[in-house]
């Protein structure tokens, strides 16, 4: 019942920014975390960051001090402020999102289709 739309990808220079963004959009009760994943071509999808419903955030150590996630529950939106970029930071980021359709529902997830981060060296 939610779907996630992703934007802000695109090409830049080594040292540059962007900021990803993320909008929720459905039926749902409660969205508990939202977060973004990268994935790389042939490599596997890991976590980069993800926030609570409460604003409590986690990184991964190669993006922190870098990259700052925040979200805006008032708009279902997610968001990934990426500065100092770096060409290993090149890959597919998705969004994703744990939410629930009731108070006592079962926990589901959804992903955005992506958007492309092409860090030039």
């Known amino acids: 019942q939610v779907q996630l739309v992703e934007s802000g990808g695109g090409l830049v220079q080594a040292g540059g920014s962007l900021r990803l963004s993320c909008a929720a959009s459905g039926r749902f009760y409660s969205i508990n975390t939202m977060g973004w994943y990268r994935q790389a071509p042939g490599k596997q999808r890991e976590l980069v960051a993800f926030?609570?419903?409460?604003?409590?955030?986690n990184y991964r150590d190669s993006v922190k001090g870098r990259f700052t996630i925040s979200r805006d529950n008032a708009k279902n939106t997610v968001s990934l402020q990426m500065n100092s970029l770096k060409p290993e930071d090149t890959a597919a980021y998705y969004c994703?999102?744990?939410?629930?359709?009731?108070?006592?529902?079962?926990?589901?997830?959804?992903w955005g289709q992506g958007t492309q981060v092409t860090v030039s060296s």
């Open positions: 926030i609570t419903n409460g604003g409590a955030t």
């Open positions: 994703n999102a744990n939410y629930q359709t009731s108070y006592a529902g079962v926990r589901q997830i959804s």
